[in-house]
């Protein structure tokens, strides 16, 4: 019998029930939501910022895997790290010895993260959240989380006691007793720590639903208020760290500003390997591994396996030589300006915020009476319709992947591969502009779309 296993020849075999394996074995609301709006396309390769269907036509990526493909796919770089590590057939996890790589990535991580000193590595950004809650409360000797309205940390359970979105929480209670204070208010989060129970604040510093930022000098008053309440303040960076915002991190927006943790992940992966880090000062983390009794109090199987170390190497070598960042700052304010420009333009357009490429555009109730009407009708049906009204035909007619950035929200959240350039915002301008003139037009495909979400919405009800 042969042991011989060929993946090319199984996808050239299978690939075509790609839809029906994941009705039958998976999530089977996956392919039905695909179907329903129109998104169950065949991509066969991709390649930067682009995908690429059978008949070669590109389409794209504004969503970069929400996040996890900051440099876009098959990063030449990284790739070739991948195959080297894989051909170096290194004695990886042995569990009972140090390998390089892992302190190798440390190294060059906190080279990046000033007024931090250690790195404990995991295999996603749940687990980098979960890592943080656990070092917060073990350090500080306190129980208490807090977070805020809205927020995402992760669907593990710990993580989950910090999600801010009910939608989310449902159904899966008893969670951690952990508390949610809003984005923004010093006053009711002096009066949590007065309670004198809280470990940690743990905040995006800006939210991943609907792109709200952390208002101006809110992260260094929270972290004054927290360490003189002896708690500590955790920055979870998963999706706006390395690069998206502009800075390595986002909260180095704000002058002062020194997490005590940070929860890292997403694009350190390269695309290719699952990687979570939380990054921590030296004596939480020496709190924590007090003794050599406690060695392994807190560790993870596939943790620092040296495929995942490799790609993260790699990610921040192309970052530092291709200044990775600095493009970003560049790409994300021309996106930005002339998104913003728009506004004057179009009624159904409410705003446009965030920083670096993530881009949160609002659209909210328009003053002419036909539109008004229309948009009543699907704030009645389901609010967020409108927002998905748009999503849809920039991916059916022009070819461009985006997402609706959370459940009920008008609210498309722009996250593309921090490699995009002119051509690219530019693509994307023509496609949105033509999109936003149908639905002022007041006919058209694009409100017989909607009547089709508004008869599912009401469907589900």
């Known amino acids: 019998m042969s042991t011989e296993f060929d993946l090319g020849a199984l996808l050239a075999e299978r690939g075509a029930e790609r839809y029906e394996l994941h009705t039958k074995y998976l999530n089977p609301q996956l392919p039905r939501m ?11 390769r991709a390649e930067g910022a682009h995908f690429f269907d059978a008949d070669g036509n590109d ?3 504004m969503l970069a895997g929400f996040g996890v493909m900051g440099l876009g796919r098959h990063h030449p770089v990284v790739r070739k790290a991948l195959h080297d590590v894989l051909d ?7 569990r009972f010895d140090c390998q390089p790589l892992p302190g190798l990535l440390a190294e060059r991580l906190l080279a990046h993260s000033p007024h931090l000193d250690r790195v404990f590595f995991g295999n996603s950004g749940t687990e980098a959240v979960e890592t943080a809650l656990k070092f917060a409360r073990y350090a500080t000797g306190k129980p208490r989380i807090l977070y805020c309205d809205h927020a995402f940390h992760g669907l593990t359970t710990g993580s989950l006691s910090v999600n801010g979105e009910s939608g989310f929480r449902d159904g899966f ?4 007793p952990d508390t949610a204070v809003p984005l923004g ?14 470990a940690a604040l743990i905040v995006e510093p800006i939210q991943g639903k609907g792109v709200h930022e952390a208002p101006p000098g809110y992260l260094r008053a929270a972290q004054e208020l927290l360490h003189r309440h002896k708690a500590l303040l955790i920055a979870d960076e998963v999706q706006t760290g390395l690069g998206r915002t502009g800075d390595f991190y986002a909260y180095q927006h704000e002058d002062g500003v020194e997490p005590d943790l940070v929860c890292v992940a997403k694009a350190l992966s390269g695309g290719y390997v699952p990687i979570g880090a939380t990054v ?5 983390f020496k709190k924590v591994y007090s003794s050599m009794d406690r060695v392994l109090v807190h560790s993870a199987s596939f943790g620092s396996n040296a495929q995942a170390m490799a790609c993260g190497l790699a990610v921040l070598s192309v970052m530092e030589n291709e200044q990775i960042v600095a493009g970003v700052r560049g790409t994300g304010e021309l996106l930005k300006s002339r998104l913003t420009a728009l506004i004057d333009k179009y009624e159904l357009l409410a705003d446009v915020r965030g920083r670096g490429l993530m881009i949160g555009i609002e659209f909210g109730r328009p003053s002419s009476l036909k539109l008004r009407s229309r948009w009543t009708m699907l704030q009645a049906a389901r609010k967020g319709l409108f927002a998905q009204m748009v999503v849809v035909p920039l991916l059916q007619r022009h070819r461009i992947l ?7 929200l008008e609210v498309i959240k722009l996250i593309p591969p921090l490699i995009i350039d002119e051509a690219d915002v530019d693509r994307f301008m023509d496609a949105f502009t033509a999109v936003m003139d149908d639905a002022h037009s007041g006919g058209g495909l694009m409100w017989d779309f909607g009547k089709t979400l508004i008869k599912q919405a009401v469907a589900n009800r």
């Open 34 to 44: 695909l179907h329903t709006i129109g998104f169950d396309k065949v991509y066969e």
């Open 59 to 61: 389409h794209l990526d």
């Open 88 to 94: 170096l057939d290194l004695a990886d996890l042995t």
């Open 173 to 176: 209670a008893p969670l951690l």
């Open 185 to 198: 208010d010093l006053g009711a989060l002096a009066r949590e720590l007065k309670k004198g129970d809280v």
């Open 280 to 284: 921590g000062k030296d004596w939480i």
């Open 402 to 408: 985006t997402q609706v950035s959370g459940d009920h």
